[in-house]
T-cell receptor, first 113, second 113 residues
Framework: DADVTQTPRNRITKTGKRIMLECSQT?????MYWYRQDPGLGLRLIYY???????NKGEISDGYSVSRQAQAKFSLSLESAIPNQTALYFC????????????FGNGTRLTVT | GDSVTQMEGPVTLSEEAFLTINCTYT??????LFWYVQYPGEGLQLLLK?????DKGSNKGFEATYRKETTSFHLEKGSVQVSDSAVYFC????????????FGTGTKLQVIP
């Protein structure tokens, strides 16, 4: 089983709909992240959380919100989806501390029509 | 702010060819440097890392040396295989506070038999 699991793997939704992407991990890491990947732009950080009570905005948080329901669960919501939120979304985890690498899920491909 | 610049792709090589993917960075202080690899349909996974100047990271036949004088971390492999076909991302973790990860835009490698 994957250490970082994202659901759904693919989702098509319409403009204006609310949608939630879910992430769960069995690695026991405190830190969790949501990234967005677009062709030619690399990965951009949406939100990050260092523990259940610590949630922070990343570089592109507008139009998104998150919830850290437990140490192992971190969900991303699009309150009112728009077409330019069509992208590949990744959840990642890491241990605390400098130099700790990120561990990624397999991604959710979201299409907003 | 911090930035990472990678060579444009895609890169197409024949099996057993020598691979170099260039990566240069801009950062204050002493960042840690990483290469991640993304196989089709999967999330990114750590390939190798180096945490201080002149360190060499290596894994699966890939190598990269942290060159502070040229602010570079080029990825090399002596003999590529078809199974190395993937997208490669250079990244850095800045010093101080929250160690935000800055990614390059990725370089797609295709290895043909």
């Amino acid at each position: 089983d994957a250490d970082v699991t994202q659901t759904p793997r693919n989702r098509i939704t319409k403009t204006g709909k609310r949608i939630m992407l879910e992430c769960s991990q069995t690695k026991g890491h405190d830190r969790m992240y949501w990234y967005r990947q677009d062709p030619g732009l690399g990965l951009r950080l949406i939100y990050y959380s260092f523990d259940v009570k610590d949630i922070n905005k990343g570089e592109i948080s507008d139009g998104y919100s998150v919830s850290r329901q437990a140490q192992a669960k971190f969900s991303l919501s699009l309150e009112s989806a728009i077409p330019n939120q069509t992208a590949l979304y990744f959840c990642a985890t890491s241990e605390s501390g400098y130099n700790s690498p990120l561990h990624f899920g397999n991604g959710t491909r979201l299409t907003v029509t | 702010g911090d930035s990472v610049t990678q060579m444009e792709g895609p890169v197409t090589l024949s099996e057993e060819a020598f691979l170099t993917i260039n990566c240069t960075y801009t950062a204050t202080g002493y960042p840690s440097l990483f290469w991640y690899v993304q196989y089709p349909g999967e999330g990114l996974q750590l390939l190798l890392k180096a945490t201080k100047a002149d360190d060499k990271g290596s894994n699966k036949g890939f190598e990269a040396t942290y060159r502070k004088e040229t602010t570079s971390f080029h990825l090399e492999k002596g003999s590529v295989q078809v199974s190395d076909s993937a997208v490669y991302f250079c990244a850095l973790t800045g010093a101080g506070g929250y160690q935000k990860v800055t990614f390059g835009t990725g370089t797609k490698l295709q290895v043909i038999p």
